[in-house]
């Protein structure tokens, strides 16, 4: 986990609420990925970046999920406006060799 | 595209070996991995084989690989309450990593 920081770790919102998950890198990298975590299914890649370009978002669940890595260092997801049933643990992982890094992950709460 | 398939739950008694089985799709990655997710954490990679290796030993984890049925397993001997956590079969896929949904090992005393 020491790779990437995550903020914040723990979210709780209402409804309806705008929500932004923070992802830094301690070093910058070219990849970066966000992936969603739940009991019913699993870890889930929702976007993933190279070069700072989104290269895949087909796991962006909806329109109302927006992520941007406007540098090597520093990647936002943001949920717009949040529902219950976006309750997750949200992941930011990067890309080092043939291996992820994973961050600690944002536990978010829609009530 | 590639499909990553392992049970979700798995209880072991204490100082049994805990066995996790994982089948994928896709056989033309050059490795595959075992993560493990410890509570309240992310992932890290815990192990990896060669797609032209059978097993892999490490300490107290071995990997089994049979590519012609597609299977990859994880054994833990003398499983510890220590590995108490969600494991994960990974296959890389391009840029990308496919996880499965992970196995939760749950340790009986």
């Known amino acids: 986990d020491a790779g990437v920081i995550q903020s914040p770790r723990h979210e709780v919102t209402e409804m309806g609420q705008e929500v932004t998950l923070r992802c830094k890198p301690i070093?910058?990298?070219?990849?970066l990925f966000w992936y969603r975590q739940t009991m019913m299914r699993g870890l889930e890649l929702l976007i993933y970046f190279n070069n700072n370009v989104p290269i895949d978002d087909s796991g962006m669940p909806e329109d109302r999920f927006s992520a941007k890595m406007p540098n090597a260092s520093f990647s936002t997801l943001k949920i717009q406006p949040s529902e219950p049933r976006d309750s997750a643990v949200y992941f930011c992982?990067?890309?080092?060799?043939?291996?992820?890094?994973f961050g600690p992950g944002t536990r978010l709460t829609v009530l | 595209g590639e499909d990553v398939e392992q049970s979700l739950f798995l209880s072991v008694r204490e100082g049994d070996s805990s066995v996790i089985n994982c089948t994928y799709t896709d056989s033309s990655s050059t490795y595959l991995y075992w993560y493990k997710q410890e509570p309240g954490a992310g992932l890290q990679l815990l192990t990896y084989i060669f797609s032209n290796m059978d097993m892999k030993q490490d300490q107290r984890l071995t990997v089994l690989l049979n590519k012609k049925d597609k299977h990859l397993s994880l054994r833990i001997a003398d499983t510890q309450t220590g590995d108490s956590a969600i494991y994960f079969c990974a296959v890389p896929r391009d840029d990308k990593i496919i996880f499965g949904k992970g196995t939760r090992l749950h340790i009986l005393p």
């Open positions: 992982a990067i890309k080092g060799g043939n291996e992820q890094f």
């Open positions: 070093s910058g990298h070219n990849s």
